[in-house]
């Protein structure tokens, strides 16, 4: 039994994988590169599809393989005719694999009506827990909330971990009350950190004071983080000198959590201690300062921030006109651009991209200067401010800036030629998408850019023999959601590249056109 638990574990986890593909692969494609496709390009090898009632009939095997694959195909090629023949499946087979793959497949095509086989699955200890939470979680129903509830209290923490994320995906705010419950009676310390998250993940805020409990009782760690971050997310004012104070400490990820937890609340309680944490020796917890103030606009605040700004302070010089820039305070402007041009000032970056938040036209000249030196960072902050300040006379410089051979500059640069939309940077964004590096940045600026022009090259770049270049492509074409460009990606379904055809059926599915 233990020999096919693991051959049944194996089936699954690819399983999950396959069909979480699609809504991974996009952001993962964003971060990595690899060797250029073969040769031929994806449309020159057509994949042999199996036709639907082809697929419908393999249900039918007495080969449970071949079944597990027939469910398989019906989720890659979306074949909704199938969930009649999954509900007797998931009942009625005979193999414990067909089942659970079958219970899965009717979660991520979200049949309702099967949330209470799924659930009846539990009573087989030969089904594994991760495959009906999956399941339950793919309904997206606060129906499933009282089944998953259960495994919050489960031993294995990889389980209790995904019960919290499928809470929060069923949106089951209704079971808040019988969380709240548990963790008041839990005895295990370990478990706090599980109660803590799934009540911050539905926004319980009934649980404010249990949270607080959680936090005030636990040293710097995991259950602590998770207590702070929960706080935010239950809108908790009482916790905000606790979440300052967790700011301001040595305990890394309860800064983060707690910088998070005072952007929710926007508790203007807090202004003059994070005022005073613009100087702080951290320059994290100087520009997370810096980002929950910019939420707490106020004539009184905005008169307190220039006069920090005023003063000229090396460490709080930056973050005050970083705030001053997000609040679009006009009257600092010229004064941030005097700063910015003092080649000695302090984070000359960060400077520079408070201009890019006050997002006006008159400063282009002073980040045309900061653009053109030949070194330091103030240029990254330059490059970017000008895709907000900037306007079509910005859009050569930024073209030479994205041929630098620093790549960060490089990149900058492309990023904000997308934001001007310029159809006059086409041409540089084409070429720059041949450099596996910048293509990703190259490719979904040139999306942003309107026009038959820019679709075409996208649509080139989509049969591209590159596989970077394909799916960034794709992907781009799927957001972009014109429906002249169906042709396309209706071909590279049909690519000899399995990636490529999930990315197509996704890009299709996007913009809402179904295939027959």
């Known amino acids: 039994m233990k020999q096919y638990k693991l051959y049944l574990s194996t089936i699954i986890t690819k399983f999950i994988i396959l069909i ?60 909704k005719k199938c969930i009649p023949e999954l509900r007797k499946r998931i009942v009625n087979d005979s193999d414990l694999g067909v089942k659970s793959v079958a219970a899965v497949a009717l979660g991520e095509f979200q049949d309702k009506q099967s949330i209470p086989a799924i659930v009846n699955l539990k009573k087989n200890p030969d089904i594994f827990p991760e495959t009906i939470i999956d399941a339950l979680s793919r309904m997206e129903d606060p129906r499933s909330g009282p089944h998953l509830v259960e495994y919050l209290a489960f031993s294995n923490h990889t389980v209790r971990l995904l019960a919290i994320d499928g809470l929060s995906r069923c949106q089951a705010t209704n079971q808040g009350s019988t969380i709240l419950k548990m963790a008041l009676s839990n005895k295990d310390p ?122 000229g302070n090396e460490k709080s010089l930056a973050p005050s006109a970083q705030i001053l820039g997000e609040w679009k305070d006009e009257e600092s402007r010229k004064s941030i651009e005097s700063v910015l041009l ?64 620093d790549r960060r500059l490089a990149s900058a640069a492309l990023e904000s030629l997308g934001q001007l939309k310029s159809p006059s940077s086409i041409d540089a964004l084409v070429k720059s998408s041949s450099d596996d590096n910048l293509a990703p940045f190259s490719i979904p600026a040139l999306n942003q850019i309107e026009g ?61 056109v179904k295939k027959d």
Not at 36 to 61: A, G, N, R, T, V
Not at 347 to 371: C, H, I, Q, Y
């Open 190 to 311: 370990e478990k706090d950190k599980t109660y803590a998250m799934a009540l911050g993940k539905i926004s319980y805020r009934p649980a404010e004071n249990y949270l607080l409990s959680v936090v005030n009782r636990s040293e710097d760690g995991p259950t602590k983080a998770a207590g702070l971050l929960a706080l935010g997310r239950v809108g908790s004012k009482k916790a905000t000198p606790i979440l300052i104070e967790a700011l301001g400490s040595e305990f890394a990820k309860g800064r983060e959590n707690a910088y998070l937890s005072l952007k929710e609340t926007k508790d203007p309680s807090g202004f003059s201690k994070l005022v005073g944490f613009l100087q702080h020796k951290d320059r994290d917890v100087r520009f997370f300062s810096a980002e929950i103030i910019a939420q707490l606009k106020s004539p009184a605040h905005l008169k307190r921030i220039r006069e920090e700004f005023a003063n």
């Open 452 to 512: 038959e022009r820019a679709r075409m090259e996208l649509e080139k770049l989509a049969t591209s023999n590159k596989i970077i270049q394909s799916k960034l492509a794709i992907e781009s074409l799927g957001r972009r959601g014109d429906p002249a460009s169906l042709p396309v990606l209706e071909k590279i379904t049909m690519s000899s590249n399995p990636e490529l055809r999930k990315l197509a059926r996704f890009a299709i599915k996007n913009f809402k």
């Open 20 to 79: 979480s593909f699609i809504a991974l692969s996009a952001p993962f494609i964003l971060s990595c590169s690899g060797p250029d496709m073969p040769e031929k390009s994806p449309q020159e090898e057509k994949f042999p599809e199996k036709s639907s009632e082809e697929i419908l009939k393999s249900f039918q095997s007495d080969n449970p393989v071949e079944r597990r694959e027939a469910i398989l195909d019906c989720m890659e090629w979306d074949i």
């Open 342 to 405: 003092n080649q000695q000032s302090p984070d000359r970056e960060d400077l520079a991209k408070s201009l890019g938040w006050l997002g006006n036209s008159e400063s282009e000249p002073v980040l045309w200067e900061v653009l053109a030196e030949k070194s330091g960072e103030a240029r990254y902050g330059a490059a970017w401010a000008l895709g907000f300040a900037g306007t079509e006379k910005s859009v050569d410089r930024l073209v030479l800036a994205s041929q630098s051979s």
